[in-house]
């Protein structure tokens, strides 16, 4: 296994999370940072911003850290839970990366990335549902509600406060924490840690390795379910290996590091290939110099079906919850009714 030289970008979010001591300049524009995000959501509170109520349930999930925590495989699996409890979900979503001639924009799983982002898209082909991209949410969340569903799932829409919510679940990677704890662009935090303590639920994505302000969060797990080719879709078991090692592994997503820890447990060797969070592919951007198996995330192989050679494969997974947490989300959509 090798790793490529970081971007500047890439050495700041680690540095972010590891308390490096260059960023120790940068606190007072930290500071000034959550003053400002801080006094932002008081506007929202106090009615001196306006918020639009939508005539449903609203369910926000989102962080407070940069660099990709596992909200989208908790949004999917949200999704298919509601579902399978007789709701109409519609995901919102604000459609980063994408650039559409309109907006509010319905996404399917035929959508051009290049105008939804690849997180709507990835989205609409694992849950089949009404998603749709829109820079402002409110909007986006009535053209749902006008569409028949009768509950709203907003994806990555924290702070989105315009929007109101019936309920916030942060979610939280469990090996990176809240970093050092302070705000951009000292740190990772797009808000205050205090912030954990007014979300109806924190969710860890993995078992905790930090301490954090909120000891009773609840633990997610992502769980690989099976290797799904890129060509023409067709889904293997984990086991055995249905490619030849070495490969090339591909992760374009806020915490590459992740998935390449789990292609690790899974028996998978080859050269991990971090890219930024979003990354777009072009043709040359999976043309490597050895020719190997290339294995990747479902979010980028949403921009890759016209590029990549065919010995290309996905991993998928699956978000697990344990049962008291279905539990109290179920007794807290029947309080909502």
């Known amino acids: 296994m090798s790793l490529p030289g970081k971007t500047l970008a890439q050495r700041w979010l680690t ?88 907006y509010p924009l ?29 820079p402002n949410r409110a909007r986006g969340a009535q053209t749902l509600v006008e569409a028949g569903c009768d509950i709203i799932v907003s994806d990555d829409g924290l702070q989105h406060l315009a929007l109101a919510r019936d309920i916030e679940l942060l979610v939280i990677d469990g090996a990176r924490g809240l970093g050092n704890g302070r705000c951009l662009p000292a740190g990772p935090l797009r808000e205050s840690p205090s912030r954990l303590q007014r979300v109806d639920a924190v969710i860890i994505n993995g078992d905790s390795q930090r301490s954090l302000p909120d000891a009773s969060a609840t633990t997610m797990q992502l769980a690989p379910q099976c290797w799904r080719r890129l060509d ?63 294995i990747m995330t479902a979010k980028d192989a949403v921009k890759c079906y016209a590029l990549a050679p065919p010995d290309s494969w996905v ?19 029947s309080a909502l009714s």
């Not at 055995?240 to 806020?254: E, S």
């Not at 979003?278 to 951007?285: E, L, M, P, S, V």
């Open 15 to 102: 540095g972010a999370y590891q308390g490096s001591h260059w960023l120790t300049p940068l606190r007072p524009l930290g500071a000034l940072y959550q003053w400002a995000m801080a006094r932002r959501e008081h506007a929202y509170n106090s009615a001196k911003k306006p918020t639009w109520q939508a005539p449903v349930p609203v369910i926000v999930v989102g962080n407070i850290t940069l660099g990709g925590t596992g909200k989208s495989p908790l949004v999917a699996w949200l999704s298919h839970w509601l579902v399978a409890r007789g709701w109409s979900p519609g995901i919102v979503t604000r459609g980063y990366g994408g650039k559409a001639t309109h």
């Open 106 to 134: 319905f996404v399917t799983a035929d959508t051009p990335v290049k105008e939804s982002g690849d997180e709507p898209v990835m989205l609409a082909q694992q849950t089949g549902l009404p998603v749709v991209a829109d």
């Open 232 to 294: 023409d879709g067709a889904r293997l078991p984990l086991a055995p290996l249905p490619f030849t090692l070495p490969v090339h592994a591909v992760a374009g997503i806020g915490h590459p590091e992740r998935f390449f820890r789990t292609l690790t447990t899974l028996g998978v060797e080859g050269e991990w290939h971090p890219l930024a969070d979003h990354q777009q592919f072009n043709a040359d951007a999976l043309n490597f110099a050895e020719t190997r198996p290339i």
């Open 315 to 333: 991993l998928e997974v699956e978000a697990i919850l344990p049962p008291e947490f279905e539990h109290w989300l179920a007794a807290r959509l």
